[in-house]
């Protein structure tokens, strides 16, 4: 019994944790978090059955799974599976690992490798290319892809819809880059987002205004509650970071 129970224990952490990351990576309402921490086993089968495995959503748990336990450490374990067996769940398991572990041109390959068949237009893989294509400065090559997922009901949601409308910036097209980005810019809300708008402006020669956004993202953190602190942490010390940056310059 003990030796059941320590297992459960486990088990249970890693459900909670496959969970969590699934629904912040897709942008999903905290109150998920909640329902996941408090009520662990309820809670993450609740999650699962109405957020994860629906629609295209279930060809990502495999690699889903794989980038919560083994960020890093499985790649020639998965180099090993591919060669044994190259189908199309252990191509994206390791092109997902070597993204996460910043191996970015292997990444790619497998990726635009993989969009065949019945694949061509899978969502996951999309996505994926979206953030590597963003990583190598690639960005004419991110706005075709976007499009194909673009109605998709995820996407305003998500990274590749940041990174969409920063490639349509960098590629000149800034009508449009101001109006996507100004779809996801709420006060109290999405710093990522608000981030990499405001790094656009700043690489675009619209400094005052990107001063003007860093230093509203700051200024808000006084009225941010200890989790949303934790959760947008990152994003409040890149802002941070480049406003210092631009105020050293503007001395």
């Not at 020639?76 to 191996?103: K, M, P, Q, V």
């Not at 956004?213 to 959760?231: P, W």
């Amino acid at each position: 019994m003990l030796f059941f129970n320590h297992y459960y224990y486990y088990l249970i952490i890693g459900l909670q944790a496959i969970c969590v990351i699934h629904c912040i990576r897709k942008g999903r309402s905290a109150n998920w978090i909640w329902l996941i921490v408090f009520l662990p086993l309820i809670g993450c089968l609740i999650y699962l059955f109405t957020e994860i495995f629906t629609g295209r959503d279930i060809q990502n748990v495999q690699s889903g799974m794989i980038s919560v336990f083994n960020p890093g450490g499985s790649v020639r374990r998965l180099e090993e599976n591919l060669r044994f067996s190259d189908t199309f769940a252990n191509r994206i398991a390791l092109a997902d690992a070597y993204l996460a572990t910043g191996n970015t041109d292997r990444a790619i390959e497998l990726y635009e490798s993989s969009l065949t068949g019945n694949f061509v237009e899978n969502e996951h893989v999309l996505s994926q290319l979206i953030i590597a294509y963003y990583q190598k400065k690639r960005y004419r090559d991110i706005i075709p892809i976007a499009k194909k997922i673009y109605n998709l009901p995820q996407f305003p949601r998500s990274r590749p819809h940041i990174l969409y409308a920063a490639a349509l910036g960098y590629t000149g097209n800034y009508e449009l880059a101001e109006k996507e980005f100004k779809t996801m810019k709420a006060r109290f809300a999405n710093y990522e987002a608000r981030y990499y708008y405001a790094l656009f402006l700043s690489e675009t020669s619209r400094v005052m205004e990107a001063r003007r956004l860093f230093s509203e993202m700051l200024d808000e953190v006084t009225h941010l509650s200890s989790r949303e602190k934790r959760y947008n942490r990152n994003w409040l010390r890149l802002a941070k970071e480049e406003l210092s940056k631009l105020n050293h310059t503007a001395a």
